[in-house]
């Protein structure tokens, strides 16, 4: 059953194309968006229940998106799907609460994660942290080095 909505934050309409393709069966409304300006305005227009952005975008980077999305008290699920991650951008975007990193081109990894992520937008109250709810085998990259960070 469909359910929820996904916001899709990239500059290449490639990935959007290749993202919508992957999880157009799963999800009520996609949305996109070509940069972090243009985001933040759906934000503020519909409710979003998860977000996958890049990182590196014209105007405004990911980091920037996440940090005013989270000064507006909005939690929705963030999942950043970027080819220029670092453990620095990782711990960055962890202060924010990012839900999940996933390097591009990892499509199979990143449809995973936006399951998990609508999900959890969909029914806040049930949200728990990925680290908190799946084996360490099960754990992403970015939560495997934010876990082992505390």
């Not at 005013?68 to 962890?94: A, W």
Request: charged share 30%; net charge negative.
């Amino acid at each position: 059953m469909k359910k929820g909505s996904l916001l899709i934050i990239d500059d290449d309409p490639a990935i959007i194309y290749l993202v919508v393709r992957e999880l157009t069966n799963y999800v009520e409304k996609i949305f996109s968006a070509k940069d972090g300006l243009e985001a933040l305005e759906i934000f503020h227009t519909e409710k979003i229940d998860c977000a996958i952005c890049d990182m590196i975008m014209p105007g405004m980077n990911g980091i920037e998106v996440i940090r005013q999305i989270r000064e507006e008290g909005n939690l929705c699920p963030i999942i950043f799907y970027t080819g220029h991650g670092t453990k620095d951008l990782m711990f960055e975007v962890s202060r924010y609460g990012a839900f999940d990193f996933v390097q591009k081109p990892d499509i199979k990894t990143l449809k995973e994660i936006a399951l998990r992520g609508i999900e959890c937008g969909v029914n806040p109250e049930g949200m728990k942290k990925i680290s908190d709810v799946l084996p360490p085998e099960k754990l992403s990259t970015y939560w495997k080095l934010i876990r082992g960070k505390k």
